[in-house]
């Protein structure tokens, strides 16, 4: 049995094409398959280079561990070169991504309005430096907090809820609580958020304070 997968290398080394010619192209080809059109220019011409010395290299061994040795690395290379301009790819996405969440979050902190946002169980996720300094609260004291908080009380964010349950959304007057404990009165536009199979997903709004007006 240990002698069986020698005599079958010798077996196939027997075929036409030289075996040294026939490593040589195969070390080339996946050499050259770790290289597209989205690589840096200067490094393709490395990687060709490179390909044709381990080319001559190849030609020039009489070894057949040795030529084996040389085209199982030039795999690892491959597949190392293929994991590296994935990683490449992946960070250029989360780059892209964080900046459009910067966009974003500065688009609401820019807002003159109050933007607060809840999720399907009415807990609060989003509040704008406008709400920060419209009621004393800072976004750290009242995410993941009950919307209610920013109420009168219990009556003013029944009636609220219950019309955004019922019809998807709320426009009118209501009276709100600030941290300091004052009530002032506010006007709230605010819609549900669904995800695209029409699932709640929460509440956004959008408020300005009526006082002095």
Partial sequence: MSMALP????????????RKILLASI?????????????????????????????????AAESFVLIMVVVFLLVL???GLRSFKAWQE?????????????????IIDCSM???????????????????????GYSV?????????????????????GEQMRTQGFFTGEVISRKKSGELF????????LRDPQGGILGAVGNSRDLTGE
């Fill in 7 to 18: 005599r079958r290398f010798a077996t196939l080394l027997q075929i036409p094409i030289p």
């Fill in 27 to 59: 070390g080339m080809a996946i050499l050259f398959l770790a290289l597209d059109s989205q690589m840096h220019q200067s490094l393709a011409e490395w990687a060709r280079q490179l390909a044709d010395s381990l080319a001559a290299f190849l030609l």
């Fill in 77 to 79: 290379f491959a597949v």
């Fill in 90 to 106: 992946h960070q250029r996405v989360y780059e892209q991504l964080r900046k459009e969440q910067e966009y974003a979050r500065s």
């Fill in 113 to 135: 309005t109050m933007i607060i946002g809840t999720d399907k169980d009415r807990n609060i996720k989003e509040f704008n430096r406008a709400a920060e300094a419209t009621y």
């Fill in 140 to 160: 750290a004291e009242v995410r993941g907090q009950p919307v209610t908080m920013l109420y009168s009380g219990d009556q003013e964010s029944s009636r609220v």
């Fill in 185 to 192: 009165s506010i006007f709230i536009s605010a819609t549900l």
